[in-house]
């Protein structure tokens, strides 16, 4: 038969791997050991941590047993895990992005043909944000890259595939246009979140 010792690291390491409340009854059967025992370690593991002042704590729902955080640690907790704001995306990062959504695969010429201006930087902000991935080399002078979207942009606009995108009939036409109250330019506001 294991020891108290021996016992009580295994159940803490099952607390730690299940997760959700552990019952006495699930933890006596892996460990092969008689329930009224492994309760004691598991109430001895309790007064241990709380008497030591641990970070983490034992709690006791209803004859099981989880870890938990001390409540008094509350406030660095959620310091800690409180959402870092994220900057907008620019108009440009936007137009940029809908060329692509719309044109994909396409190369940075072809963006930049539509846009009028260059890009690198844009195309380099997006990559980085993981919004848009490189998809290959065109067949045209130079196999330059090749640009679409991924499953992040499209988790990011609320989309769960490109067909859901708006119809926009002419691309171009929607990016360039200044104040237009048509479907491209309403299309661009919308994409205009946090990311």
């Not at 019952?23 to 009224?36: G, R, T, W, Y």
């Not at 109430?43 to 955080?69: A, D, M, P």
């Not at 539509?114 to 065109?138: A, F, H, N, P, Y």
């Not at 995108?165 to 237009?180: K, Y």
């Amino acid at each position: 038969m294991a020891s108290r010792k021996t016992i009580k690291s295994a159940l803490e390491s099952m607390m730690f791997v299940w997760g959700e409340p552990l019952d006495v009854k699930e933890a006596a059967e892996a460990l092969n050991a008689d329930k009224k025992e492994i309760y004691q370690c598991f109430k001895e593991l309790k007064e241990e941590y709380e008497r030591e002042g641990r970070g983490i704590v034992v709690r006791e729902v209803n004859r099981s047993f989880q870890f938990v955080t001390r409540k008094e640690n509350l406030d660095y907790i959620k310091r800690l895990c409180t959402p870092v704001k994220h900057r907008r995306l620019s108009q440009s990062a936007l137009e940029v992005l809908a060329i692509i959504a719309y044109r994909q695969p396409v190369t940075k010429g072809e963006i930049e043909t539509v846009r009028g201006i260059k890009c690198d930087r844009v195309i380099e902000g997006l990559v980085k944000k993981k919004l848009i991935v490189e998809t290959g080399r065109s067949d045209g002078v130079g196999r330059p890259i090749l640009y679409g979207t991924t499953d992040d942009f499209l988790k990011n606009f609320g989309f769960s595939s490109l067909k859901e995108l708006p119809q926009i009939e002419d691309i171009e036409e929607a990016v360039t246009r200044e104040d237009s109250g048509d479907q491209g330019e309403v299309y661009i506001q919308q994409i205009s979140i946090d990311i």
